[in-house]
Antibody, heavy 118, light 107 residues
Framework: EVQVWESGGGLVQPGGSLRLSCAASGFRFSNYAMNWVRQAPGKGLEWVSGISDSGGTTYYADSVKGRFTISRDNSKNTLYLQMKSLRAEDTAVYYC???????????WGQGTLVTVSP | DIQMTQSPSSLSASVGDRVTITCRASQGIRNDLGWYQQKPGKAPKRLIYAASSLQSGVPSRFSGSGSGTEFTLTISSLQPEDFATYYCLQHYSNPRTFGQGTKVEIK
């Protein structure tokens, strides 16, 4: 059974940093691209970042470029999102999403809440 | 960036109704589109991939159609468990972009 689950969310002050993790099981992690998607309270879904299966190619939304870094450790079946210079508008539930072979998201974690507040 | 314009933003319908939701892409995306259902406090669940292919385990009352710039999600006979918010997502290019969402409520 494919499973992905996020951890690392919490309360952080504006300007602070946080690292999210996404553990995976039930599939060959190193064969699939992975993504982060967020959802601000009461709002829609926003793609944040994606990474290729090898980790060699990364993509970012303009809203987080230069502040967030996506990475992965295929030996640990884990995806990461390092977030720096956090702003109030980064407050959201952050989801990890596995991509299928056509790069469309198929499996999602349950999300981890990041709150940026003084 | 490709903009995905989803309509309507909300609708009220009764059990048994036929419901249609539309997504329009700002440029052609072939059939690189998926549809997702999200219930409050839950992760999105994929319903449709490649614009018209039904995800395994999803009831056949859900269907998708379209190609290029115009796409539709149809629920042929709305059931109580279908009241949720629905999103389209294009994966033709980066950045990936979602539609704004359609909240389906009980009339």
């Amino acid at each position: 059974e494919v499973q992905v689950w996020e951890s690392g969310g919490g309360l952080v002050q504006p300007g602070g940093s946080l690292r999210l993790s996404c553990a995976a099981s039930g599939f060959r992690f190193s064969n699939y691209a992975m993504n982060w998607v967020r959802q601000a309270p009461g709002k829609g879904l926003e793609w944040v970042s994606g990474i290729s299966d090898s980790g060699g190619t990364t993509y970012y939304a303009d809203s987080v470029k230069g502040r967030f870094t996506i990475s992965r450790d295929n030996s640990k079946n884990t995806l990461y999102l390092q977030m720096k210079s956090l702003r109030a508008e980064d407050t959201a539930v952050y989801y990890c999403a596995k991509a299928d072979y056509n790069d469309l998201f198929d499996y999602w974690g349950q999300g981890t809440l990041v709150t940026v507040s003084p | 960036d490709i903009q995905m314009t989803q309509s309507p933003s909300s609708l009220s319908a009764s059990v048994g109704d036929r419901v249609t939701i539309t997504c329009r892409a700002s440029q052609g995306i072939r059939n690189d589109l998926g549809w997702y259902q999200q219930k409050p406090g839950k992760a999105p669940k994929r319903l449709i991939y490649a614009a018209s292919s039904l995800q395994s385990g999803v009831p056949s009352r859900f269907s998708g159609s379209g190609s290029g710039t115009e796409f539709t999600l149809t629920i042929s006979s709305l059931q109580p468990e279908d009241f949720a918010t629905y999103y389209c997502l294009q994966h033709y290019s980066n950045p990936r972009t979602f539609g704004q969402g359609t909240k389906v409520e009980i009339k």
